[in-house]
């Protein structure tokens, strides 16, 4: 299984960058995917969760309203489209993959559920 996290890079605040996460390896449908974020000095924080249908989605608290995350099931790839950066959310971003058992109303916010991480990509937001 790979999870490859790709588009992060150095904007200044108020930017906005676009994270993919290509995942090969695994049955991509049956997986929950996820985005965290790891700031410099502090622990690997949960950012956002879709759904394996897509149809459902959940932020940490400072993510809503300015990233939204999406997956196409047909191309096994998720997304994390990031608005309104400021310095805060500077960090490695992380794709991760969690089993569900439910197609349509399953979200997982923990890391220890997640079975599957990408390598991460840096995001550095400049003020």
């Known amino acids: 299984v790979q999870l490859q996290a790709s588009g992060g890079g150095v904007v200044q605040a108020g930017g906005s960058l676009r994270l993919s996460c290509d995942a090969s390896?695994?049955?991509?449908?049956?997986?929950?995917m996820g985005w965290f974020r790891q700031a410099p000095g502090k622990k690997r924080d949960f950012v956002a969760t879709?759904?394996?249908?897509?149809?459902?989605?959940r932020y940490v608290e400072s993510a809503e309203g300015r990233f939204t995350i999406s997956r196409d099931n047909a191309k096994n790839m998720v997304y994390l489209q990031m608005d309104a950066l400021g310095p805060e959310d500077t960090g490695v971003y992380y794709c991760a993959a969690g089993f569900s058992s439910s197609y349509y109303r399953g979200l997982i916010t923990t890391d220890s559920q997640y079975r599957y991480w990408g390598q991460g990509t840096q995001v550095t937001v400049s003020s």
């Open positions: 879709i759904t394996r249908s897509g149809d459902m989605t």
């Open positions: 390896g695994l049955s991509f449908r049956n997986y929950v």
